[in-house]
């Protein structure tokens, strides 16, 4: 038996392993964070609606919490060349029209994606709907792709900036600061609505 012989072949699942890692890192993360929304409330009907009504103010304080985690973690990662930064030109037309039809479909639903899919796993089967013109949507924009890149992308488009590109603050200073407020923030919703 030669040395070529008694090697042994990798299995496939070994070789696609560095392309499974991303997917199953992210299904993994993807239920961590439906298991979060379940449990604080953001899959239920009448919180999201009781948050777009300025009764319930549990959306708000799960949004500004996660803001605020993953601007410090993501620029602190940046900071140590740990993660890229890969930032999207901002474009005012397309970031108008595109916040109003979210909205209008969240007020009709009562649930946005992130939370149709919370809703659905703890067995709402009206985020059905809302999954299903989650995937007609995705289908008539991609669609319509090839005419928005020519009209509504040129609409107010300024480039890739942050908001810390419109102060004379360093990234760092900037990102310490805008924790702080919406810390504050968050203190004063809790306080003014408990």
Known sequence: MTKA???????PLASSSPKAAPLLSGL????IFGFLLQKGGVGKY????GQLLFQDWTVVKIM?????VGMSGIFTLHRFAKVNLHLTPTRIGSNIIGGLLFGAGFALLGY???TATTALGQGNWDALFGM???IAGSWIFAELSGWTKRTID???DIGKMQLSDLLPL???WFVCGFALALLALLVLIEYFNT
């Open 28 to 31: 993994i993360f993807g239920l």
């Open 112 to 114: 946005c994606p992130g």
């Open 170 to 172: 360093s990234r760092g």
């Open 5 to 11: 012989d008694s090697t042994v072949s990798p299995s």
């Open 154 to 156: 040129t609409w107010g």
């Open 132 to 134: 299903a013109g989650l």
């Open 64 to 68: 500004l919490t996660a803001i605020i």
């Open 46 to 49: 009448h919180i999201l609606i």
